[in-house]
């Protein structure tokens, strides 16, 4: 039984920070990828960064411009997303999935998914 929870969405100001986490279940990340896509008003679902199962396998989408980090903690089976200098058009729900092995920024590539938290970025 797979399960992924997202936690620590939650409202910002403009230029704050957030930490978001992934706890994983039913797999390990020694043996699936893990990456964060949001979804933001009116706009598809996108691919914000991804984590293989190989160390210093993070890849980042460059609308970011190396505000966001992705880490792993494979002995607790949780992966974070650090986000500095935040801004407004970052509102929206922050989602985490996995598949095997390799990470991508695709959404239709991942079979497994949570439920979501969000992310409010507002003076």
């Known amino acids: 039984q797979v399960q992924l929870v997202e936690s620590g969405g939650d409202l910002v100001q403009p230029g704050g920070s957030l930490r978001l986490s992934c706890a994983v279940s039913?797999?390990?990340?020694?043996?699936?990828?893990i990456a964060w896509f949001r979804q933001v008003a009116g706009k598809e679902r996108e691919g914000v960064a991804g984590?293989?199962?190989?160390?210093?396998?993070?890849h980042y989408s460059p609308s970011l411009e190396g505000r966001f980090t992705i880490i792993k903690d494979n002995a607790k089976n949780t992966v974070y997303l650090q986000m500095d200098s935040l801004k407004v058009e970052d509102t929206g729900v922050y989602f985490c999935a996995a598949r095997w092995l390799v990470a991508t920024l695709w959404h239709e590539d991942y079979s497994y998914w949570g439920q979501g938290t969000q992310v409010t970025v507002s003076s």
């Open positions: 039913g797999i390990t990340l020694d043996q699936y990828a």
């Open positions: 984590i293989s199962i190989r160390e210093r396998s993070e």
